[in-house]
């Protein structure tokens, strides 16, 4: 299921590459392309490898809670962008900038609590379904994020944007009925056990 999701992301930015090409809004080259293909992979290794580590070693092995995982993980992320800010002497213009700004900062308000809002959900499901769910789920989202951005901002839409949107749905359902036969089979072998005993 993953590696349809996979091929399915990447027929659809290979699909808008090539139509800006045959609109003559071309940003990049062919490299460019190859650099959004290992982005997408780069992307999804993450996913994959951040939900399987919060399953393993937050909820298993720790018992923690979804809470405590996004206090944490914010908490570093500040001290890293902080780091970051600092290093790079940006950061008092950017807090004069921000203090100058009082629309950003509510945008930022607004974003915060909806990523509050996203991450929370997630980690619920890595808590209950596991880590392949949540991976199909933050690949859905992107895949999402992608086509809203063709509602909000209309771009050409072609026969290989509608392979990669086939592509992307074959996985989820893939993933959906292997989780689905995994479920029935786990109750069918309990109810075994439970006769036989």
């Given at each position: 299921s993953a590696l349809s999701i996979?091929?399915?992301?990447?027929a659809f930015t290979y699909a808008t590459s090539s139509a800006k090409a045959m609109h003559g809004k071309a940003e990049g080259s062919d490299m460019d392309f190859v650099l959004g293909v290992v982005a997408i992979l780069i992307a999804v290794t993450c996913d994959a490898l951040l939900y399987v580590?919060?399953?393993k070693f937050c909820f298993q092995q720790h018992g923690s809670s979804g809470t405590e995982v996004i206090l944490f993980t914010n908490l570093i992320a500040i001290g890293y962008g902080s780091m970051t800010l600092v290093s790079t002497g940006q950061a008092?213009?950017?807090?004069q900038w921000a203090m100058q700004t009082p629309s950003f900062l509510v945008l930022i308000a607004a974003f915060s609590?909806?990523?509050?809002c996203g991450t929370t959900f997630l980690l619920q499901i890595v808590s209950d379904f596991g880590s392949s769910t949540a991976?199909?789920?933050t690949s859905t989202r992107k895949m999402a994020t992608v086509l809203c951005s063709y509602v909000i901002y209309p771009k050409p839409f072609t026969l290989l944007h509608a392979v990669g949107l086939c592509g992307v749905a074959y996985g989820i359902w893939l993933h959906d009925a292997a989780r689905k036969s995994q479920t029935?089979?786990?109750i069918e072998d309990s109810d075994k056990d439970a006769a036989s005993a």
């Amino acid at each position: 299921s993953a590696l349809s999701i996979v091929a399915g992301l990447i027929a659809f930015t290979y699909a808008t590459s090539s139509a800006k090409a045959m609109h003559g809004k071309a940003e990049g080259s062919d490299m460019d392309f190859v650099l959004g293909v290992v982005a997408i992979l780069i992307a999804v290794t993450c996913d994959a490898l951040l939900y399987v580590g919060e399953e393993k070693f937050c909820f298993q092995q720790h018992g923690s809670s979804g809470t405590e995982v996004i206090l944490f993980t914010n908490l570093i992320a500040i001290g890293y962008g902080s780091m970051t800010l600092v290093s790079t002497g940006q950061a008092v213009a950017s807090v004069q900038w921000a203090m100058q700004t009082p629309s950003f900062l509510v945008l930022i308000a607004a974003f915060s609590l909806c990523n509050f809002c996203g991450t929370t959900f997630l980690l619920q499901i890595v808590s209950d379904f596991g880590s392949s769910t949540a991976v199909v789920v933050t690949s859905t989202r992107k895949m999402a994020t992608v086509l809203c951005s063709y509602v909000i901002y209309p771009k050409p839409f072609t026969l290989l944007h509608a392979v990669g949107l086939c592509g992307v749905a074959y996985g989820i359902w893939l993933h959906d009925a292997a989780r689905k036969s995994q479920t029935k089979k786990s109750i069918e072998d309990s109810d075994k056990d439970a006769a036989s005993a």
